[in-house]
């Protein structure tokens, strides 16, 4: 765990992979507190997480929007979920 600005993330290794031709990476479950808001947003199977304040804004904040849209989140955030 580590807390970078206003954000504490927290990265375990899934038990999911991604193969793309024959290389196999591993892939990561991340939770991301907005600690100013009080929120928890947990994302599955990232593909790369960083632990810098920038990524932890630009994915928090864009799987907040999926998770509070009527539409439910897109793309990379389609397992994205509150987690409190």
């Known amino acids: 765990m580590a807390t970078v600005g206003r954000y504490t993330i927290e ?7 991604r193969t793309v031709g024959e290389t196999t990476k591993p892939l ?5 507190t907005d600690n ?3 929120q928890t947003i947990e994302i ?3 593909v790369q997480p960083y632990e810098r ?5 630009t994915v928090f904040k864009n799987a907040k929007e999926g ?3 009527e539409e439910g989140p897109s793309c990379c955030y389609v397992k994205a979920r509150y987690a409190n």
């Open 53 to 57: 304040e920038d990524w932890c804004a």
């Open 11 to 17: 990265v375990s290794t899934s038990e999911n992979t």
């Open 36 to 38: 100013e808001l009080g």
């Open 67 to 69: 998770l509070d849209s």
């Open 44 to 46: 599955v199977d990232v």
């Open 28 to 32: 990561y479950n991340v939770l991301i």
